[in-house]
């Protein structure tokens, strides 16, 4: 089994990109965002975490569970709240990505197992998988896709921009970058020859 982490700037085209891997066959997809929210279901270890570092009236829902409005407020009001965030999230997913992978090669039924990350790089998943994947789209086009889908203002996606990694960034710490300036089938193409080559 080949693992391959895929990253990629917000607004880059990854969820196309992994719609198609994951109709292959003997491939399982993997997000570390869903991860995240499955750990932070009421009874985890997560949870408790959080509750206990941002107070519970602050963020949670009447009936248990988090106001993920509030507790997106609090988070980012400040960069100290961001980081005891991450801190507290970013290796209960690390974690759980790395024991999931071991399973997966313990049952050998997989041929391709994909993970798909923001911060796949600042968090070194290069040491769990295989291999790791750019996808590489020109920021004029990200600008407005995230514009036109998600209604954001073109100073948000500056901002967002700007917190992310640099292209240079990406491409040196990935062994393969599929162009994703194209068209779709492009992009499918560069993907399929990179398989091949693994």
């Known amino acids: 089994m080949k693992f391959i982490g895929i990253t990629g700037g917000v607004g880059a085209g990854k969820?196309?990109?992994?719609?198609?891997?994951?109709?292959?066959?003997?491939?399982?997809?993997?997000?570390?965002?869903?991860?995240?929210?499955?750990?932070?279901?009421?009874g985890t270890e997560c949870y408790d975490k959080i509750v206990e570092t941002f107070g519970a009236t602050e963020i949670?829902?009447?009936?248990?569970?988090?106001?993920?409005?509030?507790?997106?407020?609090?988070?980012?009001?400040?960069?100290?709240?961001?980081?005891?965030?991450?801190?507290?999230?970013?290796p209960a997913v690390r974690?759980?990505?790395?024991?999931?992978?071991?399973?997966?090669?313990?049952?050998?039924?997989?041929?391709?197992?994909?993970?798909?990350?923001?911060?796949?790089?600042?968090?070194?998943y290069d040491e769990i998988c295989d291999e790791l994947w750019y996808i590489y789209t020109r920021e004029s086009i990200r600008e407005e896709r995230l514009m036109k889908s998600r209604s954001y203002t073109r100073e948000k996606v500056h901002q967002i921009f700007a917190s992310q990694l640099s292209e240079a960034e990406y491409r040196n710490a990935c062994r393969t970058v599929i162009d994703n300036n194209g068209t779709v089938?492009?992009?499918?193409?560069?993907i399929d020859e990179a398989l091949k080559n693994i």
């Open 15 to 42: 969820s196309e990109i992994l719609s198609y891997l994951a109709k292959k066959p003997d491939t399982a997809v993997m997000l570390a965002d869903e991860i995240a929210h499955e750990l932070m279901e009421p």
């Open 60 to 90: 949670c829902l009447p009936g248990g569970g988090f106001d993920r409005q509030k507790l997106a407020e609090v988070i980012f009001s400040n960069e100290r709240n961001r980081q005891r965030m991450n801190d507290i999230v970013h």
């Open 185 to 190: 089938e492009e992009a499918f193409r560069q």
């Open 95 to 124: 974690e759980c990505v790395k024991c999931r992978a071991s399973e997966e090669r313990e049952k050998g039924k997989l041929k391709l197992l994909i993970l798909e990350a923001a911060l796949l790089i600042e968090e070194h």
